[in-house]
């Protein structure tokens, strides 16, 4: 603990630019995890336990895709498009079977393919921690902001995050496909009734909610080491995210990922050991004040 | 049904499964099996304990291994800093899981089903990171170092062999309180607002005191679990108290059956084999495991000895279960 460090840097504004800047691009990252998650858990009222696992996969991709075709943009959109499609295949013949059961055959069910997932990364690409490196494309000097240093990167990163946030917020809220989405989030059965193939929006919904995780990963693997299990810690912190923004609230999961985002880059100054027991205790206290979260729905 | 002779049936079984545990050392006296039954004692106690919670009261708890660990630090704090004897400690480490029980299962047992499970998982991991951050009293992450002294008396715990006797004798003795107090009106009570909360309020059941009553018993047992562990590796690490150990448990209960008293053990058993041969014949660990919770969760679609009483039942079409 050292709560004097944490006040010298809330003194020093180069050192405030810097830690937003790393607060901003763990919110970015963690926005668009909890976006699929909760969106998932909005329309199909299931937890994707596994979706740290399609985060993990998004970032193995994204370095085998660069790898090969040397372009990063061409790498992330190849992720998301994989871990997309990998999320069509888990959620048709894996999720699909548990929807109406309890909620720990469909843990057991993610849980098993954590597993799987962490294995086949192992197998794939090895044991070994791995890094794809800065991209060419944005191997450029820092920009400096009031005396902090800010990457490039960390500027991509950021706009890429609120892009994505933007055009889901103007696909769910001003499209045929967004309506369809809500309706669905709202009454399944009326619905299909009105002659809507939810199945397919179902499936819909998981692929997208996975690719956004996909693109998470893409977008994380050259700011961050990559090994099998990448994909825990990235879990544990999202669903923060969605219980403090409010399950299913995509909006919620914004302000979430955006508090938690700070709250972890200046905690780790004053008190690095604690800062997950800050984050939980912020969980709890959500849960205890208001189990909807900060911007959901009370439950009907 | 006869109380009394219920009672005695219980209490026969439980002493013939004592004999049975305390005659394995005669006839393999191996290491490995003592080693096997005495972490088994300590996973079973747990598994059975969460599953007070999951299968008879309808609360997923993803946060049931703050007790366990809270037990284990309890119990090996009073013994290196208290300088209290083995049982003092022990009653001690109880004591400490009812009150932490009281205070977080007031919390969380007003809250509904997946707003409950994640409040116990945010209280757990708040516990562990207490248990990291406070070096001073838990030795942080390395754990409770320098050992726990075993010896009460003439009675040496660090010895297996009498590690492995106290263990099954605790083991058993808990478990059959806990399988008691489920057979008794309270445990038809939890059973009753597991089903339809509503109702049991209607018959002016105070439902929120009963489900907290069962948090504190599955503290307590958990607590035990974690003296057995703590007994066990002498000392205790912030794994204990870490979501893994609760996920672990819960798969535990998953795999052995949630609807069958002796289930949770039978998983618990399960998975430490699952976890040992698989540890020993492939690299691929995660891979064979995770083939296996994909078999159970959508083969079976219950644990292992729902699956085999269910059969039973369809046999002989008789006979209500639990």
Not at chain 1, 232 to 243: A, G, H, K, W, Y
Not at chain 2, 309 to 317: D, E, L, R, S, T
Request: glycine content about 12%.
């Amino acid at each position: 603990m050292d709560p004097t460090a944490l006040y010298e840097c809330l003194t020093s504004l180069s050192c405030i630019v810097t830690q937003t800047s790393t607060g901003l691009i763990v919110g970015s990252l963690l926005f668009l995890v909890a976006a699929g998650l909760t969106l998932i858990f909005g329309v199909l009222k299931v937890i994707n336990f596994a979706h740290g696992s399609l985060y993990m996969l998004g970032a193995y991709i994204a370095l085998s895709a660069y790898r090969i075709t040397d372009s990063y943009i061409l790498a992330a959109v190849i992720a998301g498009a994989g871990v997309g499609l990998f999320s069509i295949f888990f959620e048709r013949f894996f999720m699909r079977k548990v929807y109406n059961a309890d909620v720990l055959m469909q843990l057991l069910v993610c849980y098993a393919f954590i597993l799987i997932l962490d294995d086949a990364v192992k197998i794939i690409w090895g044991h070994e921690f791995q890094s794809m490196g800065m991209p060419v494309a944005f191997q450029a000097p820092p920009v400096f902001i009031a005396g902090g240093i800010v990457p490039v990167f960390y500027l991509f990163m950021v706009s890429a995050a609120a892009l994505i946030g933007l055009v889901m917020w103007y696909v769910l809220t001003r499209t045929r496909i967004g309506k369809v989405v809500r309706a669905a989030a709202h009454n399944p059965t009326m619905t299909s009734v009105l002659g809507l193939n939810t199945t397919w929006i179902y499936a819909g919904v998981f692929a997208f909610g996975g690719a956004l995780a996909g693109l998470a990963g893409a977008l994380a693997a050259p700011v961050r080491s990559m090994s099998p299990g990448m994909g825990f810690s990235i879990l544990i912190e999202s669903f923060i995210v969605t219980v403090i923004g409010g399950m299913g609230s995509v909006s919620g999961a914004l302000v979430g990922a955006l508090l938690i985002g700070l709250v972890r880059s200046f905690g780790s100054i004053g008190f690095p050991l604690f800062v997950e027991g800050i984050m939980f205790l912020a969980m709890a206290l959500i849960l205890v004040l208001k189990p909807s979260g900060l911007l959901g729905k009370e439950p009907r | 049904m006869n109380a009394s002779l219920t009672f005695n049936k219980e209490l026969l079984l439980a002493l013939a499964g004592l004999a049975i545990l305390i005659a394995i050392p005669f006839i393999f006296p191996s290491r490995v099996a003592l080693d096997f039954v005495i972490r088994l004692a300590a996973f079973g106690l747990f598994a059975t304990s969460l599953n007070i919670l999951v299968g008879y009261g309808g609360m997923v708890s993803f946060g049931h291994a703050m007790f366990f660990g809270g037990g284990a630090y309890a119990f090996g704090l009073l013994m290196q800093k208290g300088g209290a004897s083995i049982p003092v400690a022990i009653l001690g480490a109880v004591v400490f899981c009812a009150l932490l029980g009281l205070v977080i299962g007031a919390i969380c047992v007003r809250l509904k089903e997946i707003y409950f499970s994640f409040l116990t998982l945010a209280f757990q991991m708040l516990i562990h990171s207490i248990i990291i951050t406070w070096t001073s009293l838990t030795g942080g992450d390395q754990g409770l170092m320098g050992g726990i002294p075993r010896v009460w008396g003439s009675i040496n715990l660090a010895d297996t062999q009498t590690l492995y006797w106290f263990s099954c004798i605790v083991g058993v003795i808990c478990l059959f309180m806990m399988r008691y107090i489920l057979q008794s009106p309270f445990g038809y009570t939890l059973r009753m607002v597991r089903d339809n909360a509503d109702r049991a309020k209607f018959l002016g059941i105070d439902v929120w005191r009963v489900r907290l009553y069962a948090f504190i018993l599955a503290s307590c047992f958990a607590g035990v679990g974690g003296v057995i562990m703590a007994l066990f590796v002498s000392g205790a690490y912030p794994e204990f108290s870490y979501w893994t150990m609760s996920g672990e448990a819960v798969f535990m209960i998953m795999m052995g059956g949630l609807h069958t008293f002796i289930g949770p053990v039978v998983g618990a058993g399960l998975l430490m084999v699952f976890n040992d041969v698989i540890t020993r014949t492939t690299e691929y660990h995660g891979l064979a495991l995770g083939v296996i919770v994909l078999i159970f969760a959508l083969g079976f679609k219950r644990g292992i000895t729902d699956f085999i009483v269910q059969i039973f039942q369809m046999i002989f079409k008789r006979g209500a279960r639990s």
